[in-house]
């Protein structure tokens, strides 16, 4: 059931908002080359502005491929572009006039009721970094000192009359394209394209470093089953669980069902972090009883520590790192083996929890006819008396 509303509520959002990315490229591409069929509507719609909107269409389209993969990702941000971009192919679709295009009207319509329905799925916040800030003003500066420093001297370049002019010819110099349509004709317009051309190759290269650097590092971190550094970075009043094991699944499920709890695990298990990256859990492949890895994943920062794997004695050494790296913090384990209890507890654990204690405490008393619910409470508190 849960499967079926996450596809309905979610991922048909997501797969309309790329689907129709599809049809407005496949749309605006095919009343560019001229093979758009006319439909009921094209005796009202100027060629000239049914030749633009295509040109439009396939720009829009690509803008809802970005959309659409920062919806896959939850932002909110993707919400709100989706939701302008969408009108806007619906009205492009139609002035398109094609029988082509139909389909993309009553896509971007039907996907109108499940974005508005999906709005609050959508909560992942995205603030740039001031490196990201940096270089998008620098391209902005860059392209705009181009546009109006050509419109400026449109009198000394071949072929530079309006301002569309001037921001083509600045965009074919920062390309290095080149076509040679445009051309300067004095010494003036000769420096000033070369000074155009050297800032705008820079901020373009600046640009794509640092938008492209983070996703092919979060790319290989995934895929390796460790953590970005911004991740890591961002780490802070979270909960460490170190190691992997049977309880690990259980562990991680009830964080993800407390708003607001930041956590990441800690594992050699490079299968089973692949495994949880896949799942957007964060996790750092590395020794959990190595003094580096628990300081990397900011130890001194976390409000809670759980250790609770099918091996004590890696429990209890990761224990042991933990507590001498941040006397404060609360640590809770699980043992496999009852008589490993006050070893985990003198290694620095503040609670030992022994799953099949307490099974046996909870099945026993359901035997004799209590509520399951009824059968927890106080339990740790029991199983302590019995392990002491």
Known sequence: MELTRDWVTVRASVALTFAVAVLSILAGLAQIGGLGVGGPLAPYVPEVVRQTVGFTGTITGFAMFGSGFALRNGYRVGWYSTAVLLPLTALQGLMQASVLSFPLVALSVLSVPTLVINRGRFDRSYSPSPTQLAAAAALVTAISYGTVGAFALRDQFNG?????????????????????????????????????????????????????????????????????????????????????????????????????????????????????????????????????PLER???????????????????????????????????????????????????????????????????????????????????????????D
């Open 160 to 292: 530079v009359e309006t301002i569309v002019d001037a921001f083509y010819f600045t965009v074919v110099t920062a390309s290095t394209v080149g076509y040679g349509d445009i051309s300067p004709a004095t010494d003036i317009a000769q420096l000033f394209a070369l000074s155009s051309l050297v800032m705008n190759v820079a901020a373009f290269a600046v640009a794509l470093g640092v938008l492209l650097t983070p996703a092919i590092e979060a790319q290989l971190s995934k895929a390796l089953g460790k953590m970005t550094d911004r991740q890591i970075d961002l780490l802070d009043d979270h909960v460490l669980v170190l190691g992997y094991g049977d309880l690990t699944e259980p562990i991680l499920e009830e964080l993800a069902a407390r708003d607001g709890v930041e956590y990441a695990v800690v594992t050699t298990d490079e299968t089973a972090a692949r495994r949880l990256a896949d799942h957007d859990v964060p996790v750092h492949t590395a020794d959990p009883s190595d003094v580096e």
């Open 297 to 387: 994943v900011n130890l001194a920062g976390a409000r809670a520590v759980v250790a609770a794997t099918d091996d004590d004695a890696r429990d209890a050494l990761a224990i042991l790192t933990a507590r001498q790296l941040n006397p404060e913090v609360r640590i809770v384990a699980a043992v496999t083996q009852r008589e490993n209890v006050d070893k985990l507890r003198r290694a620095g654990a503040d609670q030992v929890i022994s799953p099949s204690t307490l099974g046996g405490h909870i099945l026993v008393d359901c035997a004799f006819g209590a509520d399951s619910k009824d059968a927890t409470e106080g339990i740790l508190e029991d199983v302590d008396l019995d392990d």
